[in-house]
């Protein structure tokens, strides 16, 4: 069975055109997408409710992002949450949580 530990599947809209960086001979591509839920209220009023998350991937997958994926398309994405921590230029300490993609599936386009 595959390991459930540290799972997670998203399928979301894309919130801008991924950054691709090269390193060698390998590729890293970043971007954010929206989840949106949406339920009614005590007052039967629709309430949206929309969560954006960070997106990483690397290697060939990357090359695949750069490609085919555009600003307001959906995706589907799985793999693990990453934690880390970075040092602004002001000696802030910053912290992130990002998708680590191991998996990729390409939806559709804009709505």
Same mark, same amino acid.
């Given at each position: 069975?595959?390991?459930?530990?540290?799972?997670?599947?998203?399928?979301?809209?894309?919130?801008?055109?991924?950054?691709?960086?090269?390193?060698?001979?390998?590729?890293?591509?970043?971007?954010? &997408?929206?989840?949106?839920?949406?339920?009614?209220?005590?007052?039967?009023?629709? &309430?949206?409710?929309?969560?954006?998350?960070?997106?990483?991937?690397?290697?060939?997958?990357?090359?695949?992002?750069?490609?085919?994926?555009?600003?307001?398309?959906?995706?589907?994405?799985?793999?693990? $949450?990453?934690?880390?921590?970075?040092?602004?230029?002001?000696?802030?300490?910053?912290? &992130?949580?990002?998708?680590?993609?191991?998996?990729?599936? $390409? $939806?559709?386009?804009?709505?």
């Amino acid at each position: 069975m595959k390991s459930l530990r540290n799972s997670v599947q998203l399928i979301g809209r894309l919130g801008k055109d991924p950054e691709v960086k090269e390193f060698g001979k390998s590729k890293k591509a970043s971007f954010s &997408i929206a989840t949106t839920d949406s339920y009614k209220n005590q007052k039967g009023d629709k &309430i949206e409710d929309t969560q954006w998350h960070n997106v990483v991937i690397w290697g060939k997958l990357a090359g695949i992002a750069e490609k085919y994926l555009k600003k307001g398309e959906e995706v589907a994405v799985e793999g693990k $949450l990453v934690h880390r921590s970075y040092e602004t230029s002001k000696g802030e300490t910053r912290y &992130i949580t990002e998708i680590n993609v191991n998996d990729l599936v $390409l $939806l559709g386009g804009k709505k």
